[in-house]
């Protein structure tokens, strides 16, 4: 009796290939330029593209990135960290006080030191005592408040007469590419279609940009690099997906895990310097976070725990409030009909996919939205600042559904232990 032995096709593994990450990024932010040129040629508002805006959008989402890059760090290594928020408002007080004692540079350097040392508290209790790890970062996030306040009393009040404050810091300069942008000021100013939207997105992201600005977004592939393309990388993401085989191939776990949490906190103290350091900032703040420690971790899950997704989802959550700063209740309301542009095409592409469930879905937020643009000519100012916060209930909604969470998160480990 023989056995026939069939070989594998070829065309079975390359039929299914997808498309490069790149490209698929690359692509989206196509047609998110196309839907908010059509959005603004359509609706009279060329606020949807203005360098201002664009500007404005940068700045705001840099600590959002900051956050979310501080989360990505942690969470592949298998640490659940939604005490961002309160390692960024430990980033804002420790950057205030080292920027009024010794420039801007050491405040960015003390803003990422208070932040470490909130990540590697936040280390010390889930990776050393098993707490969990929601309630130790609830803790963290009541800690650097509580500790934020308390040193603002005790520092700043004597200075500045005003427990809630800092006084006046250095900012970080600007730069510009001069010649790149007064060139794409003349295409702005002259309103063609698409031309001078992309114009104005373009002229904003190279025009008054901080060091600050450029380092954090060098972290975005320097990150890549590291956590994807080094021994070191594959030993912490392997922490954060079966810690039981990676001790078992003589990884030091707990170091792993330390590193992680304490790079995140370090992060997330960065973004909070951000918030304090850059020119059109204010200085220290109590409260002056609100919640982007949170709207970082939305964007990382919008991100599906790869840097370059959450790239485009601090983009997207900074364009929100910077938007909503520009133009008001009316721009906000006229990128409501952007949504309904974007939504026909998620549709379209379901359809082809044949996910109608999917696909029905869109259409029924495509209704609501345009009838929120149809009824209403410009939204209550009392909602608007909330722009950002109400994007990132969206889109926690939708990116739930494709998620690709690190197998291990969350879960206690001890060393020896078989499970």
Partial sequence: MSTVMEKPDPTATTSKRRVPGWARGALWAVVAIGVLSTASYLTDMPILTSSGTSQTALRLGLPILLAALGGLWAERAGVM???LEGMMILGTWGSAWGA?????????AAGILFGLLGGLLHAVAVVTFNVNHIVSGVAINLLGLGVAKYLANLVFEP???????????EKFDTY??????DWLAVLEDEQRVVLSDVAGLLRGLVTHISPLAMIALLLVPASYFVLWRTRFGLRLRSCGESPVAAESLGVNVYLHKYIAVAASGGFAGMGGASLVLLQGGADYLENQVNGRGYIGLAAMIF???????????????????????SGGG????????G??????VIVILQLIRRHWWAAAGGVAGAVVLYWIYWTNDELPSDLIPYTPHFVTIVVLAVAAQRLRVPKAIGKQYRRGEDS
């Fill in 159 to 169: 200075i500045s007469g005003n427990p809630r404050e800092s006084p006046s810091v």
């Fill in 330 to 337: 009316a721009a906000v309301l006229a990128l409501c009909y």
């Fill in 81 to 83: 960290n939604i005490g």
């Fill in 100 to 108: 009024y004692h010794g420039g801007v540079w050491v405040g960015l």
């Fill in 303 to 325: 991100g599906n725990y790869r840097p370059g997704g959450l790239l485009g989802g601090a983009a997207l959550f900074g364009y929100a409030d910077g938007l909503q700063l």
């Fill in 339 to 344: 949504a309904v542009l974007l939504l026909a």
């Fill in 176 to 181: 510009s590419a001069t010649f790149l942008s």
